[in-house]
Nanobody, 124 residues
Framework: QVQLVESGGGLVQAGGSLRLSCAVS????????MAWFRQAPEKDHEFVAG????????YNADSVKGRFTISRDSAKNTMFLQMNALKPEDTAVYFC?????????????????WGQGTQVTVSS
């Protein structure tokens, strides 16, 4: 199977930056697209950004465009989320997810593999 492990979360002041990482292990060759989701308290999972492994095509949610950048290092089987200009409303548990299909999609149900999540807290 596939294992995903997030890291890089923490507490930051509004306007600050964080960089999240998602390390992929196991049957990495079956993964074609990956994404970041987040879940704030008492809210559903929200799509943040996605990336296609083969060509690094990306797709960002409107709420993070211009502030967050998704990228990957295929040699290290690692995906990143650079988060700049953070706002208190960005506070959430951030999850990385992966799937075999090539299409970049934002639906939680389309992703098969999930990490355990990393907490991001932005103070005002």
């Amino acid at each position: 199977q596939v294992q995903l492990v997030e890291s890089g979360g923490g507490l930051v002041q509004a306007g600050g930056s964080l960089r999240l990482s998602c390390a992929v292990s196991g049957r990495t060759y079956i993964i074609n697209t990956m994404a970041w989701f987040r879940q704030a308290p008492e809210k559903d999972h929200e799509f943040v950004a996605g990336i296609r492994w083969i060509d690094s095509s990306t797709y960002n949610a409107d709420s993070v465009k211009g502030r967050f950048t998704i990228s990957r290092d295929s040699a290290k089987n690692t995906m990143f989320l650079q988060m700049n200009a953070l706002k208190p409303e960005d506070t959430a548990v951030y999850f990385c997810a992966a799937r075999n299909a090539l299409a970049l999609v934002g639906s939680r149900n389309e992703y098969t593999y999930w990490g355990q999540g990393t907490q991001v807290t932005v103070s005002s």
